[in-house]
């Protein structure tokens, strides 16, 4: 899940990769962390799944990566020097919702997320028309 909450929001919403190996890192880092806390994103060019891969850190425990279609938009831009700013949304021990923003930037990579950022509001609008109709 990657959702923008509206279009003046510069926030990008997604969860953490859905793995086994992290489900007690998680539920052991997420338990009575308030929304808001901040978390780290490091990039692992050398990781053998995914050289995209972006971790995801609280303090010094690795808690998860990010989903790989994000990690593919944001790897660029951090290997070519822009920070990303990272938060807890939904501290939720079970599925935990991070947000995630474009703190220092360049210029290289914005139309990438600009494009991200509208084709996850456009699917996400397409299921709330798809729930308002009932089917």
Same mark, same amino acid.
């Given at each position: 899940?990657?959702?923008?909450?509206?279009?003046?929001?510069?926030?990008?919403?997604?969860?953490?990769?859905?793995?086994?190996?992290?489900?007690?890192?998680?539920?052991?880092?997420?338990?009575?962390? %308030?929304?808001?806390?901040? #978390? @780290?994103?490091?990039?692992?060019? /050398?990781?053998? &799944?995914?050289?995209?891969?972006?971790?995801?850190?609280?303090?010094?425990?690795?808690?998860?990566?990010?989903?790989?279609?994000?990690?593919?938009?944001?790897?660029?831009?951090?290997?070519?020097?822009?920070?990303?700013?990272?938060?807890?949304?939904?501290?939720? %021990?079970?599925?935990?919702? #991070? @947000?995630?923003?474009?703190?220092? /930037?360049?210029? &290289?990579?914005?139309?990438?997320?600009?494009?991200?950022?509208?084709?996850?509001?456009?699917?996400?609008?397409?299921?709330?028309?798809?729930?308002?109709?009932?089917?």
């Amino acid at each position: 899940m990657v959702r923008m909450q509206d279009k003046h929001d510069q926030w990008i919403y997604t969860r953490l990769i859905d793995s086994a190996s992290y489900k007690n890192a998680i539920k052991i880092a997420f338990a009575g962390m %308030p929304a808001g806390t901040a #978390l @780290r994103l490091v990039r692992e060019p /050398s990781n053998k &799944h995914n050289p995209n891969a972006v971790a995801v850190f609280s303090n010094s425990l690795l808690i998860g990566y990010l989903p790989r279609n994000l990690a593919a938009k944001l790897a660029p831009c951090i290997d070519n020097g822009d920070f990303f700013f990272c938060e807890v949304a939904d501290p939720h %021990p079970d599925r935990p919702c #991070l @947000r995630i923003k474009k703190y220092l /930037s360049g210029q &290289h990579c914005d139309e990438d997320l600009e494009l991200e950022n509208r084709r996850q509001q456009a699917y996400r609008e397409g299921w709330e028309q798809i729930y308002a109709e009932g089917l």
